[in-house]
């Protein structure tokens, strides 16, 4: 029979090794997926990380600044192994900045991708974290309602890996997923945030643009910037710029310019003259289907020329400006979030909620690139709000953990925990209750929470009491 007539066919059954059986396994090697591992991994532990691509770091990889170490009353909220982190690419590598206020993000701290695939790896490979690289999860070994461990695909064929404790790291909830989770996607409507691509420029003089936006006067400035004064430019030599508005418009109609994006998002680089533009929007892609990721990936290079056209001819500072890269892989805002024991809510974070069963503190605001227009939505809260454990512990299957974006969550919630300083404070967290849960050969739903909590703070977490005050050890004993 010709092929073409075929919908499907059977494949044989066949029996796999078993390649490796850890006590925590991490699915995932993003910034959530390297603090789970690093955690999990501090009293000696058998744990073992699986990643698709060739490099740690996920998307902390792709250009972007990492967000999320300082609350909106400037104070740091996101400590212990993050801060580890970050400290060690700063004087090793030079590969970090300070943590900075910053107006529009609360705090921005830019990284050096490179130096970040360099450190993760030396941090993990140092804690003794088995990574295997180049592997795909292909399906998940579920037996009496709790996950024994993963199918696994690459180079070397089909095989098992089992654990007595897994952790989600993905972004995408695969492997919750393949467990039979049950799991969200998107807004009412199933609308899902768009993705964008990431490229570099060099070549810019960006004390030029900083100077152009703050040296415009109030009554006269064609550099309009969306929440961020003009005062801060002139006081900061990296920076990003999120605005712009009139000159796209302009743009549009001097030169008929396609640029998916209603605002200008420039991100100052740690080398000189680097920027990273966060402007290319891929409306309707789902990062959970790899045909639609591939048309997303086609789609996001093509806006590029348009909106280095744009950048060249229109925006102070890129008169010289040359392209330099784009991002290894599409930065994706949502896909799946499961459904756990508690699903943090829109409320919980404008309320600036406390729960007791808090395992990370987080501030950024609720930042929704809406799925209809070419906008977003800002709201912030005016402090900081819980994360607490029970959104990391999934509905229907045991021995499994999610940390990371796609926890228990709404979509607006989602919206807020989704950068990448709190994702790297819930995979500590998510590590840590899964060496508690192997320890004491419970279920990670069932372990002692308080526990986890004062083991946290012992680790230089950063909880809170209920009063908002930073919680000490003594406090949570």
């Keep these: 029979m010709s092929a073409q007539f075929v919908s499907t066919i059977q494949e044989p059954a066949r029996t796999l090794a078993v390649t490796a059986n850890y006590d925590v396994l991490v ?68 590969g970090a900045s300070e943590h900075r206020p910053c107006p529009l993000h609360m705090g921005i701290t830019l990284v050096e991708p490179e130096a970040v695939k360099t450190v993760a790896l030396e941090m993990l490979t140092e804690a003794g974290v088995d990574i295997l690289f180049y ?22 064929g089909r095989s098992a890996i ?22 969200e996607k998107g807004n009412s409507e199933g609308g899902m945030q768009p993705p964008t691509l990431m490229f570099c420029l060099a070549g810019v003089d960006t004390d030029k643009l900083r100077n152009t936006i703050a040296e415009s006067p109030p009554a006269a400035r064609t550099y ?62 789902d990062g959970t289907d790899a045909r639609s990721l591939t048309e997303g990936e086609i789609e996001g290079r093509r806006q590029i020329d348009d909106i280095v056209t744009y950048l060249t001819n229109y925006v102070a500072g890129f008169e010289h400006a040359y392209f330099t890269k784009t991002a290894p892989f599409l930065g994706i805002r949502e896909t799946r979030r499961i459904v756990g024991k508690y699903v943090m809510n829109q409320d919980d974070v404008l309320s600036c909620r406390h729960f007791d069963d ?6 950024y605001p609720i930042d929704i690139h809406r799925p209809g227009d ?81 083991q946290q703070l012992e680790r230089g977490v950063y909880l809170r009491n209920a009063d908002g005050s930073r919680m000490t050890v003594a406090q949570a004993a």
């Design 27 to 94: 699915v995932g090697g993003g910034p959530s997926g390297l603090t789970a591992a690093l955690a999990a991994a501090e009293d000696g532990l058998r744990v073992g990380l699986i990643e698709s691509r060739s490099f740690l770091g996920g998307n902390m990889t792709i250009g972007l600044p990492v967000l999320g170490f300082l609350g909106q009353k400037g104070n740091q909220i996101i400590d212990g192994l993050p801060q580890k982190f970050i400290e060690r690419l700063r004087n090793e590598r030079d």
């Design 162 to 183: 089992l654990a007595k404790v897994v952790i989600d790291c993905t972004g995408d909830a695969d492997v919750a997923y393949q467990a039979g989770v049950p799991t």
């Design 224 to 285: 309009l910037t969306d929440f961020i004064p003009a005062e801060y430019f002139g006081q900061n030599h990296q920076f990003i710029v999120v605005g712009l508005r009139e000159l796209i418009a302009k743009a549009r109609a001097e030169r008929g310019l396609e640029i998916p994006n209603e605002r200008t998002i420039i991100i100052t680089g740690l080398k000189k003259g680097e920027v990273w533009i966060n402007m290319t929007r891929v409306k309707g892609t």
């Design 358 to 363: 808090a395992i990370a503190v987080a501030s």
């Design 374 to 454: 070419e906008d977003c939505t800002l709201i912030w809260c005016g402090d900081c709000y819980d994360i607490p454990y029970r959104s990391l512990v999934p509905e229907g299957v045991s021995n499994l953990l999610v940390a990371g974006r796609s926890i228990s969550c709404t979509h607006e919630a989602m919206g807020a925990i989704r950068v990448m300083a709190t994702c790297m404070a819930m995979g500590e967290a998510a590590g840590r209750a899964a060496k508690i849960s192997v320890r004491g050969n419970r279920a990670p739903a069932d372990i002692d929470v308080g526990e986890l909590r004062r």
């Design 135 to 156: 592997t795909f999860l292909a399906g998940t070994i579920v037996e009496d309602g709790a996950i024994r461990g993963v199918i696994t695909e690459s180079k070397s």
